[in-house]
């Protein structure tokens, strides 16, 4: 093991000179794909993954840690010489890794950096109260809203009246991408109202309930990365939340996506960069708690003018799978900048061909699922085509199920036609007892290529 002695000057433009052992959270396959990104760089010494899947364990040590236990994740880094910790979910992020790892690091004179933001800014994701307020303070596009607790039904039914229907309930705190309910019934709607906030539906997260207007558009995504003082726009993509074609049944992690987002043009991200990205990195440097990481903006596009949905303060999940096949700028050198505050000297490089990811996922998802069935890979991967584990797990010479999103897969096309039959084609070639996916994904988007 060869442990860098300059790491303070890493950040400081001379990288060349070091090798870095890097700490990644996390386990989908957002993960497995920082995980390839990194390993191409040669200045990578040590990944550890925590905990990981079989996917990830292809390019680093998966380790059995709690990302959320941000003592022993500390430890575990000067255990093991860590330099750079990468959050690849929010849970870490909310409970406030990057300020307690960086405050004890400094206290004992190690230089450990994190590549997410602080808890401050993770209220963001963590608190749609928090981040709706925010969004009011900087004058930044979203729907209307109002919060309420239990205590406040009257007024909440009073706010409502004043909405058209369909209402859109979002439980305040995390609800693992659950906490949104969405019905057409006032009746439904002060219903799943009491239940959120008497704590019956979704514990301390539904206590309180941000109500808010329905934005009618198609949704996309726009990522930003940032390291305190300097911003760039990272990519856009489109994800499909909801388990079966045309957008029906329960919403899920993601069953697949396409970047770039063809109608987000120039002018439309534009919009994006003056409304929404300027005066959020803008507001939260004027409001005392610079940005540093990824910064994940779920958008409706309504009628050509982009509104907030929600913030994420990290990469989404199949995002991820889409947009790092295109990032030609290293990824290693994109985190160590944004962590250690040198993002202007880096050029954000994508890409211009699609990709497109398709989700497999295990019967049942996102409900009951089955695990530990056999998974059978195809022989050979084509050029430019990547096959990203989330639920899986090496046992003995097999990899089997693990989980409800079982494997993304993804390749590179000059257009989503292209890039969506060579996936379509691929997935074809794995199988696993239960395997589902959705056969409809990037369909939507096809007209815009035309326009
Ligand atoms: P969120 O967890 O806030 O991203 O919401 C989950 C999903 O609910 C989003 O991806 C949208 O499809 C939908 N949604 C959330 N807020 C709204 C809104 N104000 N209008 C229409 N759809 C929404
Ligand atoms: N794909 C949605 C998310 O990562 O939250």
Redesign the pocket.
């Known amino acids: 093991m060869f442990s860098c002695l300059f790491w303070g000057a890493c950040f400081e433009g001379i990288g060349y000179l070091c090798f870095v052992n890097v700490l990644l959270l996390g386990s989908g396959g957002r993960e497995h794909a920082f995980a390839m990104k990194m390993a191409q760089s040669d200045r990578l010494n040590n990944l550890y993954i925590a905990p990981g899947n079989a996917g990830t364990a292809q390019f680093g040590k998966n380790v059995s840690l709690n990302p959320t236990d941000v003592v022993a994740v500390f430890q575990f880094c000067k255990d093991n010489q860590i330099q750079l910790v990468v959050p690849g979910n929010e849970d870490p992020l909310v409970a406030g890794i990057s300020d307690y790892i960086e405050a004890q690091a400094a206290q004992e004179g190690l230089d450990i950096k994190v590549a997410g933001p602080s808890h401050w800014c993770a209220q963001l994701e963590g608190s749609?109260d928090f981040s709706k307020a925010f969004m009011g303070r900087h004058a930044i596009p979203t729907?209307r809203y109002q919060s309420f607790a239990l205590s406040q039904l009257d007024e909440a039914a009073a706010f409502m009246k004043t909405l058209e229907p369909?209402y859109?309930l979002?439980a305040d705190g995390l609800a693992a991408?659950k906490?949104?309910i969405?019905t057409t019934s006032f009746e439904e709607a002060m219903e799943t109202l009491r239940e959120m906030t008497d704590g019956s539906k979704f514990g301390k997260a539904g206590e309180v309930v941000v109500i808010?207007?329905?934005?009618?558009g198609i949704?996309l995504s726009v990522f930003g990365i940032s390291d305190g003082k300097d911003w760039k726009v990272l990519a856009s993509a489109k994800?499909y939340?909801r388990i079966f074609d045309n957008d029906e049944g329960p919403?899920t992690g993601g069953m697949g996506a396409i970047s770039p987002v063809p109608f987000a043009d120039e002018a439309f991200m534009q919009k994006v960069i003056d409304r929404i990205l300027k005066p959020t990195y803008e507001g939260l440097v004027s409001e005392g708690h610079p940005y540093k990481g990824f910064l994940f903006v779920?958008l409706?596009n309504v009628g050509g003018d982009p509104?907030v949905?929600?913030y994420n303060v990290r990469m989404g999940d199949p995002e991820t799978e889409a947009i790092f096949p295109r990032l030609k700028t290293p990824m290693l050198d994109l985190l160590k900048a944004m962590a250690g505050g040198n993002l202007g000297a880096v050029d954000v490089a994508l890409d211009s061909q699609t990709a497109a990811t398709i989700f497999l996922v295990s019967g049942g998802y996102p409900g009951d699922i089955e695990k530990g069935k056999v998974i059978e890979f195809p022989n050979a991967v084509g050029e430019d085509q990547w096959l990203f584990h989330a639920g899986t797990k090496q046992e003995g010479e097999s990899v089997v199920t693990n989980g409800g999103r079982v494997i993304a897969v993804t390749s590179l096309g000059e257009d989503i036609p292209s890039a969506l039959l060579r996936s379509n084609t691929l997935a074809s070639q794995i199988h696993f007892d239960g395997k589902f996916n959705r056969t409809d994904i990037g369909l939507d988007l096809m007209k815009y290529h035309t326009l």
Not at 212 to 216: G, I, M
């Open positions: 749609k729907a369909p859109v979002k991408g906490g949104v969405i808010e207007e329905f934005l009618k949704e994800d939340k919403n779920g409706m509104f949905i929600e």
